[in-house]
Every structure is written in structure tokens, then in C-alpha cells.
């Protein structure tokens, strides 16, 4: 379980295709802290670390990726160099500053248009058919794993979408800084929903 709060951004430093995908993300995590074994949510992907090191380069963590997995997420999303926003898994005691997020996309959306608000920012999400009906006004929603509130839901002739306003905080604490029409994202409805 997770929070939706972002605690690092990461990197896909490597990426080595095996049966599956043995992805190896740069962190700012102190690898003597993760266990193998231990989950990490990779942009809101619940993955298992299989490997952990620090080198030259810094600190990292290796993680595999199943065919199912990468069919499920957003297209592009495990590419060399892409930034990823990185959540430990819950522990019992924990604040739970965002919503229960289970780390399971449940669809991949995609980011209609962002505009300036205040010092804020309006993001415009089109949400998959399949999942139109568990998103709420005010209610939460995970993209790419980050916990945001939506302000409102619409139904249209391109289909349903959401808006989301980013403060500048989230936006510099998570890979939203560089939103942009056009990009895929994946999305988890609220799992009380």
C-alpha cells in the first residue's frame, strides 16, 4: 500500500530485456534502507526490488517488469532517461497524507491540456471509458502515482475527462513539472471507489 505522496525522483539509468524487463532506476534512496523484496511504487507501478547498489553514479535499485505490466502502463513509460516518481511502500504508523493507493494502474490516460492558473497549473485528463464512472468530483485520483484531488468530471464528445489543479509544490516535487498535451499517463481510480 501507498500514499500518492512522492518521496524522489528517479531515473531509468538501464534497461536489459530478459524474459522480462530488468529496469535498474537511480534514486536518492539510501540502498542500505530498501530490502530485496520490498515494493516501490515507480510512477505508480507497485514494483519489487530484486537488486540494490550505490557506484559512482549514486544510489540504485533493480526492479523486473513483466510483459503484463508494461501492456498495462502508459506507453513509453519504460524508456532509458525517463524521470519516474518514486513512493516506499506504506508502513503501519505512517501518516497517510495522500489516499490509499495500491500501486495497480488501472488504465492509462492522457493529459488533454495544461494551462496556467494563478501560480498553479490546470491539468486536463481524459480518462479511459472502463473507468469514467469511478472518477468524482473532489474525489482522489493516482496519476502516475501521485495522489491529486480532481476538481471536476465532464462528459464530452471526445469522452470523459477530469481536472486537476497542480500547486507548485507537487509540480516541483514530482514529474508533473513537465506536463505536456499529448502525454500518456497512468491513472488509478480511488480504490473506495
Same mark, same amino acid.
Given at each position: 500500500?501507498?500514499? =500518492? ?8 539509468? @538501464? ?18 534502507? !530498501?530490502?530485496?523484496?520490498? @515494493?516501490? /511504487?515507480? %510512477? ?13 553514479? =549514486? ?11 508494461? @501492456?498495462? #502502463? ?5 524508456? +532509458? ?7 516506499? /511502500?506504506?508502513?503501519? &504508523? ?15 490516460? +492522457? !493529459?488533454? @491540456? ?5 501560480? %498553479? ?18 474525489? %482522489?485520483?493516482?496519476?502516475? &502515482? !501521485?495522489?491529486? #484531488? ?8 471526445? &469522452? ?14 514530482? #514529474? ?7 502525454? /500518456?499517463?497512468?491513472? +488509478? ?5
Amino acid at each position: 500500500m501507498f500514499t =500518492g505522496i512522492i518521496t524522489d525522483i528517479g531515473t531509468i539509468r @538501464s534497461i536489459d530485456q530478459r524474459g522480462d524487463m530488468r529496469v535498474v532506476v537511480g534514486t536518492a534512496y539510501d540502498p542500505g534502507t !530498501i530490502a530485496i523484496g520490498a @515494493s516501490i /511504487a515507480c %510512477s505508480g507501478v507497485c514494483l519489487t526490488v530484486v537488486d540494490k547498489g550505490a557506484g559512482g553514479a =549514486g544510489n540504485w535499485f533493480a526492479v523486473d517488469i513483466s510483459g503484463e505490466t508494461v @501492456s498495462r #502502463t502508459a506507453p513509453g513509460q519504460w524508456t +532509458e532517461g525517463r524521470p519516474l516518481n518514486l513512493e516506499r /511502500a506504506l508502513k503501519v &504508523g505512517d501518516e497517510l497524507g495522500g489516499h490509499i493507493v495500491t500501486g495497480h494502474v488501472d488504465g492509462v490516460g +492522457e !493529459i488533454v @491540456s495544461v494551462e496556467p492558473t494563478g501560480d %498553479s497549473t490546470k491539468l486536463t485528463v481524459r480518462v479511459p471509458a472502463d473507468l469514467a464512472a469511478h472518477v468524482a468530483g473532489k474525489g %482522489s485520483v493516482a496519476v502516475d &502515482g !501521485i495522489s491529486l #484531488t480532481v476538481n471536476e468530471v465532464t462528459d464530452g464528445p471526445d &469522452g470523459t475527462q477530469f481536472t486537476l489543479n497542480i500547486i507548485p509544490h507537487t509540480a516541483e516535487q514530482t #514529474t508533473l513539472v513537465g506536463a505536456e498535451a499529448g502525454r /500518456a499517463v497512468n491513472l +488509478e481510480i480511488d480504490i473506495l471507489a
